[in-house]
């Protein structure tokens, strides 16, 4: 991700910032989430918007649709997503695990997966309305590059806290 500075932060640029974190801290207040130091998780939501704006290129009108459209997807997909590591969970803390409940278990597997897929397919018409087919691409790619991102991120503070240990 580019770092912007003052400087040379276009006009349109910045207003996209202002209005992609404006989504985010009318629904964190209204909810009591944000305290003096700011959460860890609003943290990690203003870069989500802040990454996911820049990499779409989404203007401001666009934004106004997108944000809402992708903010519900993200609560179901969350939703499916604990179902579904709630049953990996139950497998990695169940040593031996009966064949009847091995068979339920896949069977619930299989159902949450079928319901990721129509989520995924419902959800890609909806972002087509607001979104271009390159940034509908982007789009799919942008999860596992924030990802990426954040792991990138957290590492280099990891390093960071380290060497400042060792320098006490």
């Known amino acids: 991700m580019k770092r912007y500075t003052t400087c040379n932060m276009n006009k349109s640029l910045t207003i996209r910032w202002i209005l992609a974190l404006s989504f985010l801290a009318l629904p964190l207040i209204s909810r009591g989430q944000i305290n003096e130091e ?4 609003a943290r990690i ?3 989500r918007i802040g990454f996911y704006t820049d990499l779409l290129k989404l203007s401001p009108d ?3 649709k997108f944000w809402p459209l992708f903010n519900a997807y ?4 969350a939703l ?7 049953i990996f969970h139950y497998t990695k803390s169940h040593e031996k695990i009966k064949e009847k409940t091995a068979k339920e278990k896949l069977a619930e597997l299989k159902a949450i997966n079928k319901n990721i897929k129509q ?3 419902s959800y890609d018409q909806k972002f087509s309305t607001v979104l271009s087919s390159s ?5 799919k790619a942008a999860e596992f590059e924030f990802n990426r991102f954040l792991l990138h991120k957290f590492k280099r503070r990891r390093m960071r806290m380290h060497q400042n240990m060792q320098e006490e």
């Open 119 to 121: 989520l995924n397919d």
């Open 62 to 64: 666009d934004a106004t």
């Open 38 to 41: 700011g959460s860890h998780e």
């Open 45 to 47: 939501q203003a870069m």
């Open 135 to 139: 940034q509908l691409l982007k789009l």
């Open 80 to 86: 499916l997503d604990k179902k579904q590591h709630e």
């Open 74 to 77: 993200t609560k179901e997909k």
